[in-house]
């Protein structure tokens, strides 16, 4: 059975730092591209960042463009956000996401398998 587990969510004061990790088990995503996503309440699940089978590209929204690094550890099969200058609009449930192939994709939809999601709070 595939499973993504997200972890390393909280709450934290505007202007610090949060490091999420997805652990992926029951299949390798060595050769998959991985993404980021996150759900605010009342809104749609929206794109965050991506990265390719071989970190050789990745991707961030404009909106965490310059405070979010996304990369990955294809021993361990674990994928990691870290997320600096967090800004209150920062608040969400935060989605691991993977997908079969080897090249990244903005849309959800594109996306196969999908974690249970971390909520990260950011407070002003």
């Known amino acids: 059975q595939v499973q993504l587990v997200e972890s390393g969510g909280g709450l934290v004061q505007a202007g610090g730092s949060l490091r999420l990790s997805c652990a992926a088990s029951g299949r390798s995503f060595s050769r998959s591209a991985m993404g980021w996503f996150r759900q605010a309440p009342g809104k749609e699940r929206e794109f965050v960042a991506a990265i390719n089978w071989n970190s050789g590209v990745a991707n961030d929204a404009d909106s965490v463009k310059g405070r979010f690094t996304v990369s990955r550890d294809n021993v361990k099969n674990t994928e990691y956000l870290q997320m600096s200058s967090l800004k209150p609009e920062d608040t969400a449930v935060y989605y691991c996401?993977?997908?079969?192939?080897?090249?990244?994709?903005?849309?959800?939809?594109?996306?196969?398998?999908w974690g249970q999601g971390t909520q990260v709070t950011v407070s002003s």
């Open positions: 996401a993977a997908r079969r192939y080897y090249e990244i994709s903005f849309e959800r939809d594109e996306y196969e398998f």
